[in-house]
């Protein structure tokens, strides 16, 4: 989802969550498939698709814990973009570190690169989340074009 999705969608909040949340699935399944598709015919792998498959994955995996939230635990859409938000600020800020190897061959720096490449990216997952989940909020609590104030406070 990006910022050029601010339309309103039918449905509210509930709507537009509905669609954040396809868009994350449907971004991962993309990916994932050409990623796998490349590895089995043997093509090679770019630093462009190991990011977006990350990517994906991580978008996803944000995303679909909101969906978890209001329908397995029955909150409202809302609260589980905020709950999730706030799990999501917690692991930006208290991220595991990466342990320093004892003995540096050139497998376990590459290992440690790849791995450290790949907390980067699901950082980027994470601010883009926020954001994205932060315009939802803001979307929602905007009353809607053409309503008036008596209107939108019913």
């Known amino acids: 989802m ?6 309103a969608v039918p449905g509210g909040l509930d709507g537009q969550l509905l669609q954040a949340v396809t868009a994350a ?5 993309a990916t994932a498939a050409e990623l ?12 462009q698709h190991l990011y977006a498959a990350a990517y994906s994955q991580a978008l996803r995996t944000w995303w679909n814990l909101v969906a978890v939230q209001t329908g397995k635990h029955g909150l409202d859409a809302a609260c589980a973009i905020q709950k999730v938000r706030s799990w999501v600020r917690g692991h930006l800020t208290n991220g595991p ?9 050139d497998q376990v720096l590459a290992h440690t690169l790849f791995e450290h490449g790949l907390g980067h990216v699901r950082r980027v997952a994470a601010r883009d989340f926020l954001a994205d989940a932060g315009r939802l909020l803001l979307l929602a609590e ?6 008036s ?6």
Not at 37 to 47: I, S
């Open 142 to 147: 905007t009353p809607a074009a053409g309503t």
């Open 97 to 105: 570190g990466l342990p320093i190897p004892e003995r540096l061959t």
């Open 25 to 29: 699935r449907h971004a991962h399944e």
């Open 149 to 154: 104030e008596k209107e939108a406070a019913k």
């Open 2 to 7: 990006d910022s050029s999705t601010s339309t």
């Open 36 to 47: 796998v598709g490349r590895v089995h015919q043997g093509q090679r792998l770019t630093v």
